[in-house]
Each structure stands twice: as structure tokens, then as C-alpha cells.
């Protein structure tokens, strides 16, 4: 359940179309086309959204699969975890817990030595604070 009240008019304005249909209606940018996916700064992602800190640099990991990839959230009480089975699979899904909005999937093929967890999530749901 969201904590914060959004204003789905004055997001249509702020998201690109694209931006707003991933965040906001559960959509998937096209893998390997998302700002993040060879992004090798170091920071924090936060959501586009609302500015909740979601995953730092330095869990973010090259999964292949075409999206940007992290081990763990920052803080696990900045996500929330939905079972997902739309287009017939049975997914995770990955919300901001602060605005409700949609950023991706969680699958159990991440890295072993680091739990086994992959939070694939889609760049335009990302905001990357340089640190």
C-alpha cells in the first residue's frame, strides 16, 4: 500500500509517456534500452516518482539480461513485493512502497554469493544521485 497521495494528472505531465505507462501501469521498457543498464556510476537510485532511496551502486550487478540488476534494496522497507501473474507467468513484483509505482521483478537467479536474488528493474523508474 502507497504512503503518499499521488496526482496522477500532474504525473502525466511530469513522466514521459513511456515513463508513465512502465511506473504506472506495470509496463516493461525493452530490454537493453534503459539509461542504466551499462551505467557504472556509483550513487543511489531512487524512484522517479517520489525521490525514495531504493538501491545503491554498490548492488548493482551485469545480470545479461537487459535491465538494470541489484542484489538487494537499500532498505527493504522501501519495497513492497506483489505476486505477479500476468501474460501466464508467476513473477515478483517489485513496487516503491512510498508512491505505489511499479519497477520491476524480482527472480531467485541472481549471484549466489550474495543470496541468490536479482531485482530487475526497469531504468525509467530509476533517478541515479551521483554521490
Known amino acids: 500500500m502507497a504512503d503518499m497521495k499521488i496526482d ?7 513522466l514521459t509517456p ?8 506495470g509496463d516493461t521498457e525493452p530490454a537493453f534500452t534503459g539509461e542504466y543498464v551499462d551505467n557504472h ?3 543511489v537510485f531512487k524512484c522517479r516518482v517520489c525521490g525514495q532511496e531504493l538501491f545503491s551502486s554498490e548492488t548493482k550487478f551485469d545480470s545479461g539480461t537487459g535491465w538494470p540488476s541489484f542484489t538487494d ?11 505477479d501473474s500476468s501474460f501466464g507467468m508467476k513473477r515478483t513484483e517489485v513496487i516503491c512502497k512510498k508512491c505505489g509505482s511499479h519497477l520491476g521483478h524480482l527472480f ?3 549471484p549466489a554469493e550474495k543470496g541468490g536474488k536479482r531485482y530487475c528493474i526497469n531504468s525509467a ?7
Open 8 to 14: 496522477e494528472d500532474e504525473l502525466k505531465e511530469k
Open 18 to 25: 513511456e515513463q508513465y505507462k512502465i511506473l504506472r501501469e
Open 41 to 43: 556510476d556509483k550513487g
Open 73 to 83: 534494496p537499500m532498505n527493504l522497507e522501501h519495497v513492497e513485493l506483489r505476486d
Open 108 to 110: 531467485d537467479d541472481g
Open 125 to 131: 523508474c530509476l533517478i541515479l544521485d551521483k554521490k
